[in-house]
C-alpha cells in the first residue's frame, strides 16, 4: 500500500501556518483542528519547517506561557523528513521509527499535497492485515 492511497482516501487538507505567526497561534490552530502538527510554509508554500504540539508542551512546559508570544520558526524543527506519494506504508513507518516523530508531510514535485499521522498509519496496516486474514481464511475453508 502507498502513500498515495491514503491521501487519495483522507484528502490532501493540510493545516500550515506561516514561520512569522506567533506560537499562540499555531496552538489554537492545533486545538480547534484536533490535530497534532502543523506544517509551516513560506510565502511560496514550500515546507519549512513542522510544529507539533510536543514543541508546543516543551517550551511551555520548560519555559512558561509566555513562549506562546514568540514566533513559531523559534521553536518548529527545521529539517522536515518528508515522503512522496510513491513511497509505501512501510517505509513511512522505517522513517517515523527511526526519527522518533508522528508525522510525515507528503510532498510530489516540491508541492505539499498531503500529511500522514501514525494514525493513519496504524489504521491502514491493520485494514490491510484485516485482508490478509480474511483471504488465509477463505483459502483454508476452501481446501
Ligand atoms: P511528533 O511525534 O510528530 O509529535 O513530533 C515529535 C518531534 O519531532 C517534534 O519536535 C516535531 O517538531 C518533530 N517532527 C515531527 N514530524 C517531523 C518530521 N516529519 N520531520 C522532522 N521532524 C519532525
Redesign the pocket.
Known sequence: MTVRSIINAKGQDVLTIMPDAPLREAARLLAENRI??IVVVDGSRRVV???????VV?VVGLDGPERLEDTVDTV??H????CDGSETVHQVME??TA???????VVTAGRLVGII??GDVVKHRVAEMERESHAMREYIMST
Open positions: 497534532g502538527a519547517g513542522i510544529l507539533s504540539e510536543r514543541d516543551r518548529m524543527t529539517k522536515v523528513v518528508t522513517k517515523m526519527g522518533r516523530f508522528r508525522h510525515i508531510p499521522s501514525i
